[in-house]
């Protein structure tokens, strides 16, 4: 089985993948997979003037590939991640969602304007917002990347909520991971707290991703990586 980790990155990512991309160099020598870096060909521009979609590369890529593990540039996986190909079955796709906490009410009033604009499901999608920072799926999951009668979603959340509408239309299954695959600041929440009251350490996760605005880890993406980088690898 011929395996992949993808990532993206451009020029504004530079010093965030300066110090993510050699952690997933590794682990791809250790997994047996290649390391692609997508950069340009996004072919969508959406509501904040924006290039994005570069992650539908990823339908020729799974020409070659049998399986994907894409996962962001602005992340940290740290060595309690195992090999995640052997966590995720190759029937499904592995994601989290985030619909939960702070984020809930937002992001699944995406969920709406997507069925608004490509028509409501059968399987009447209302939750489970997925986040395609981290993400693995297979060669028979590659319609999740085409365009929907020639349309891309391109409201916020954008190739998170396409991917996941094309998701629930192909009734593809998913296996959903936990907080510790994906640990964002969305997580470093009081209703995130384990039973004796205390919110779980990045520091302890599998895969630490600065998405969004990190502010309460660090002033900048970048300072949050370096410190925590430090903290972990030494």
């Known amino acids: 089985m011929k395996l992949a980790i993808v990532t993206r990155a451009d020029d504004n990512v530079k010093e965030m993948a300066s110090i993510s991309h050699p952690i997933l160099k590794n682990l791809a020598s250790d997994w047996g997979a290649d390391f692609i870096v997508l ?3 996004a072919p969508v ?3 904040d003037n924006h290039q ?6 990823c339908r020729n890529l799974l020409k070659t590939y ?3 593990f894409m996962i962001d540039s602005d992340t940290i996986p740290t060595p309690k991640l195992e090999n995640i190909f052997e966590t995720v079955p190759v029937t499904h796709i592995g994601t989290i969602f985030e619909d939960v906490g702070s984020r809930q009410s937002d992001r699944r009033a995406c969920i709406m304007r997507a069925n608004n604009k490509f028509g409501e499901l059968p ?3 209302r939750t489970g917002y997925i986040n395609t920072g981290v993400f693995v799926f ?3 999951h590659a ?5 929907i009668n020639g349309d891309y979603y391109t409201d916020w959340g954008t190739d998170d909520i396409h991917i996941g509408y094309q998701i629930r239309r192909f009734d593809f299954p998913i296996y959903q991971f936990d907080p510790s695959y994906n640990f964002m600041v969305m997580f470093d929440e009081p209703w995130n707290c384990n039973a004796y009251g205390n919110i779980p350490s990045r520091l302890d996760q599998k895969i630490i991703h600065y998405a969004g605005n990190p502010s309460k880890w660090a002033t900048t993406k970048e300072e949050g990586m370096r410190k925590d980088y430090k903290a972990i690898y030494g």
């Open 66 to 68: 049998d399986r994907i």
């Open 39 to 41: 950069s340009g060909g």
């Open 138 to 140: 297979s060669k028979e």
């Open 52 to 57: 994005h979609f570069n992650i539908v590369q």
């Open 45 to 47: 521009t959406t509501f």
């Open 123 to 125: 399987t009447k999608w």
């Open 143 to 147: 319609f999740i990347f085409d365009s």
